[in-house]
Nanobody, 115 residues
Framework: QGQVRESGGGSVQAGGSLRLSCSASGRIFSYQTVGWYRQTPENLRELYAYITHDGRANYADSVKGRFTMSRDNAKNTVYLQMNSMKPEDTGVYYC?????????WGQGIQVTVSS
């Protein structure tokens, strides 16, 4: 708790864009694959995108072509650019290394997309 902090959420209309940021204290992202997760109604955290330490990103089919993940290793920060957003993108977003570690979860950030 407190080692990872997400920011940049908010409310947008369908078709709009948001950019999420996630900064980590220390070097917990160093040389690690980092993912963006979203909480499901069943309180699970589902992986939607991840990026390797050298910048290769992969995406869930539901966000492919709309979301872009990037990272700045010097700042221990990862980003998620979300474009052409849909109401089904609504939820609480978290970042963590991938595979996740329980003690790295932050507070998450709410994203709401209205139709």
């Amino acid at each position: 708790q407190g080692q990872v902090r997400e920011s940049g959420g908010g409310s947008v209309q369908a078709g709009g864009s948001l950019r999420l940021s996630c900064s980590a204290s220390g070097r917990i992202f160093s040389y690690q694959t980092v993912g963006w997760y979203r909480q499901t109604p069943e309180n699970l955290r589902e992986l939607y995108a991840y990026i390797t330490h050298d910048g290769r990103a992969n995406y869930a089919d539901s966000v492919k072509g709309r979301f872009t993940m990037s990272r700045d290793n010097a700042k221990n920060t990862v980003y998620l650019q979300m474009n052409s957003m849909k109401p089904e993108d609504t939820g609480v977003y978290y970042c963590n290394i991938y595979p996740s570690r329980n003690n790295y979860w932050g507070q998450g950030i709410q994203v709401t997309v209205s139709s």
